[in-house]
Nanobody, 127 residues
Framework: QLQLVESGGGLVQAGGSLRLSCVSSAWTFGSYTMGWFRQGPGKEREFVAAISRNGNTGYADSVKARFTISKDNSQKTVYLQMNSLKAEDTAVYYC?????????????????????WGQGTQVIVSS
């Protein structure tokens, strides 16, 4: 069974940076789209960023130009570099895997298309 383990969360001041990591147990890591989602206090879980098997990326408007998703297939790890953090970025961040082969915004933002999820890592941004 696929396991995804996130790390890198913590407490940071507004304007600071954090890098989240998500390690996959699957040897097929490089074959699928990986995504990051987040759930803020009292909010629904929402899409943050996704990266295709070919390295194409997509972002939520709220994080564009501040967050960068990347991956290292040899390490079976996907990263989320978060810069210029804001208080509203406070959330539990989850990585997830989708078997959907088509990389389009209409698909990679849809949580129901992701079939494996990590346990989440907490990010708190103090203002």
């Amino acid at each position: 069974q696929l396991q995804l383990v996130e790390s890198g969360g913590g407490l940071v001041q507004a304007g600071g940076s954090l890098r989240l990591s998500c390690v996959s147990s699957a040897w097929t890591f490089g074959s699928y789209t990986m995504g990051w989602f987040r759930q803020g206090p009292g909010k629904e879980r929402e899409f943050v960023a996704a990266i295709s098997r070919n390295g194409n990326t997509g972002y939520a408007d709220s994080v564009k130009a501040r967050f960068t998703i990347s991956k290292d297939n040899s390490q079976k790890t996907v990263y989320l570099q978060m810069n210029s953090l804001k208080a509203e970025d406070t959330a539990v961040y989850y990585c997830a895997r989708t078997r959907t082969n088509v990389f389009s915004e209409s698909k990679y933002v849809r949580q129901e298309l992701y079939d494996a999820w990590g346990q989440g890592t907490q990010v708190i941004v103090s203002s």
